[in-house]
């Protein structure tokens, strides 16, 4: 058991240090690696095999709500970012510009996307003639480059995957409609694939995207009470459309501009399962997303009949589950902490006395249980267990939100809250941004979240000026 | 009629233009359109819809071999660039290059990746150790750039989609596999999924990629004559890894060097795939990456109980096809040109006489013929003629290929096949890049496209300086 303990060891405590432990885990579980772009990273096959399992499912659910995928360019002419004005005033700060190409100096220059809004604001122009062309329920899955001086792994990075929808439509009502379906795909996504429960809602003005009428967000709360805004889906009513020209024949017969949204989530999902399921032994992977959703390891494998009883296991889960048989010489000592670092749901055990038995051990990754188990209809009771494991998952991620979320009626609350208990305050707010700055000032950063879709009534006044509320806001620090 | 008449006429005749047949499809059946940013292309829903139905497909391939998926930066610092010199020789001119990023003039260059064979080797650097860590099999799913003057869709364009595989091994006999094998996924791929026949081998040292040892092709030939670079397979020896210094420890406990590969296909096959299988009225898609395989267009929708027959057949065809059912209000004509234009493999016609006698009408794509069908056991129907379609598609593009074939024994036959006879030239070849220069400038622009596997014996000496042959080499114009 020396290289067990060695392997576990070699991670901080979360408790210790938790900014170190999450890039401890990043490293350990071969999630990325950094490369000599300064910002960028490179994702690891076994990272990459989580992003491939979100995308999938993601894609399907996109797929159920009418979404169409294409691709646009790498590049934005600067002319083209400059239509519309709050956006470029959001970006510019942030992007990365070519200004040389084929060894001739560009007589414009042009900046990698940061986001695509003109892109398809371009496209869209050319192909809306007639309220017949709307609505547009348009994707793209792609990377993205946003220059940025302090980065970690997932959460901040200069380029990152993402995928951006971008949609076009006739009513007002059919996009705001729009912008919180996707909110509620996010939702559900989080929650039914991620066991990722989240304070969702509406961002204040301050805190909305550069160019939009609206902001909603997704906010789960991390193990150690920072929040992370873990995708948004914007509307915007007609500033876009407007500034690129875009106009289409109603049912009138009269020239209409039509009405935009876009959503995104992106790679910082990764971080997201990270800080919310992982522990003091590593990654605790949902089962859905896991890559190895079963690892196989034999107990004695050199003796008679074991390997060979281990690959007649591995056969039958083989169809139903993405599992590996780890039939290496390292001891089972080291497969384990090897499998539990990587955050696989189950350890199926498997050795002499077992196959006498007719049995197995499964071993869960989300809370230690182990279970001795009939081979017999095995696909079925890993069925059950990993559906169990999503849902214990959810419930203690469930149950970390709601401990880590507290409402303060008056500003020395709030002040103390914020100064030591790290997680969501719920207080009230007047709605006026200044009161949002001092806020942040006064506490070292702590921000609005969100404006929640139902609003808990914890006060009658501001919590920082003293003026009638407006709004019960989720407030908390951010990654 | 008239409107499926306006239709058709708006393409170009194959044989008036190819050239502008080939942008009108790409135009009319909706794969793309272009974008302000030079250079560069939208890849529409439908253009892209094939796109992943070839991802999809050839991913699977890649995983039945052990590949993994990882996703490197998008960018390459200049110093990192430079460390292959035939490599950073070969691509420096055709790079974009990042001189501002965050609002400042940045110290040091960034290129936009042109491919990636530096990062993954600065990877490989890290994380190769010991002949334990290898083989190493990657492949990203990504976009490129490289600077062009003159672009054409799908075909060439600065920024195109692609997937680079970069692979490092033990030894050389298994890189030298590896490199092989690869081609050969393209090559059962191409044949299997596109129905496109191909010549394949290798290519000569003038023509292979800047860094190479060597370079397999994989070449259809297109409808007109002429061939496409179809996909490449590399084998780099040593080189790449002892300019990165990339070192492990054997298994005879000494530092060794380990042997490389790369490999690649890209949005290209799109435009193979129109101009292999394309006509006068469209696109015509093979079955397995067509978007919609089959079209339901309703006789007579309006007469009692056609559109619920209609439904009932999209709902029996749904699980097994990618089926659409057009009840829209345009005409049967319309959309049966329309369908034509996209290259839907079959169109199934449903009106109130097929009712009554149950059945309906299938028709191919491909050929044109119209088939009375019952509707008992119509998905065993459906797929047998799908299967038809794909391999009638074949037979036609091979016997395109061997027609558009052709055996120079002198140069006088050479030139007059060059100039008179579009396809490829079958003739000998002494070694010289000389006479391949020759050749090409005679010609005005015919290159050797590859040495095949198997070479027959067309003549003993070159065609062009009349010394000992060495080879015999597929010639052709290119894309």
Redesign the interface.
């Known amino acids: 058991m020396a290289k067990q303990k060695k392997m576990v060891e070699a991670i901080t405590s979360m408790d210790v240090d938790f900014s170190k432990w999450y890039t401890d885990v990043c490293r350990k579980a071969e999630l990325m690696?950094y490369?000599?772009?300064k910002g960028?990273?490179?994702?690891?096959?076994y990272g990459?095999?989580i992003?491939?399992n979100i995308q999938h499912d993601l894609d399907a659910r996109f797929k159920k709500v009418g979404v169409?995928?294409?691709?646009?360019?790498?590049?934005?002419?600067e002319s083209?970012l400059q239509k519309e004005k709050d956006h470029v005033k959001g970006f510019a700060?942030?992007?990365?510009?070519?200004?040389?190409?084929?060894?001739e100096k560009l007589q414009e220059?042009?900046c990698?996307r940061p986001t695509s809004e003109t892109?398809f604001c371009?496209?869209f122009q050319?192909?809306i003639k007639s309220w017949r062309d709307l609505p547009k329920i348009?994707n793209q899955w792609?990377?993205v480059?946003r220059?940025?001086?302090t980065t970690r792994p997932f959460l901040r990075s200069?380029?990152f995957?993402w995928q951006e929808g971008h949609t076009m439509h006739e009513t007002e009502q059919e996009a705001e409609e729009m912008t919180l379906r996707m909110l509620q795909v996010y939702t559900d996504f989080y929650k039914d694939t991620l066991a990722i429960p989240a304070v969702t809602g509406k961002k204040t003005e301050k805190e909305k995207f550069a160019g939009a009428v609206s902001t909603y967000t997704i906010e789960p709360m991390m193990h150690n009470g920072v929040a992370l805004q873990g995708g948004t889906s914007h509307y915007f009513g007609k500033d876009f459309a407007e500034s690129y020209e875009i106009a289409f024949t109603g049912r009138d017969n009269k020239l209409q501009t039509p009405y935009q949204t876009s959503w995104g989530v992106s790679t910082r999902m990764i971080g997201a399962i990270i800080m919310v399921h992982g522990d003091d032994n590593g990654l605790v992977l949902p089962p859905k997303v896991a890559p190895i959703q079963v690892a196989i390891v034999p107990i004695a494998q050199h003796k008679e009949g074991v390997l060979d009883k281990c690959r007649e296991v591995y056969s039958e889960l083989y169809e139903t589950f993405r599992v590996k048989l780890d039939d290496s010489d390292q001891t089972p000592g080291w497969k384990f902490s090897q499998y539990e670092m990587q955050g696989v749901p189950l350890r199926l055990e498997l050795g002499p006395k077992d196959m006498e038995q007719g049995q197995c051990v499964l071993v869960r990754r989300d809370n230690g249980e182990k279970t001795v188990v009939p081979l017999e209809n095995l696909t079925d009771t890993v069925e059950k267990m990993l559906a169990d494991v999503h849902q214990n998952m959810y419930e203690k991620a469930l149950k970390n939100l709601e401990e880590k979320t507290f409402t303060a009626t008056n500003l020395e609350e709030f002040l103390d809250i914020a100064e030591n208990k790290p997680g969501f305050i719920k207080a009230m707010w007047c709605g006026d941004a200044a009161c949002e700055e001092t806020l942040k000032e006064k506490t070292g950063g702590v921000k609005s979240r969100c404006i929640p879709f139902v609003e808990d009534h914890v006060g009658d006044v501001c919590v920082c000026c003293g003026k009638p509320a407006k709004h019960m806001v989720y407030w908390g620090r951010q990654y």
Chains 1, 2 share one sequence.
């Open positions: 690696d490369a000599s772009t960028c990273m490179i994702i690891e096959p990459y095999a992003w491939e169409q995928n294409v691709y646009m360019p790498l590049l934005i002419p083209l700060p942030e992007v990365a510009w070519v200004t040389e190409g084929g060894g220059r042009l990698i892109l371009e496209h050319k192909v348009y792609c990377s480059l220059w940025e001086k200069s380029e995957l």
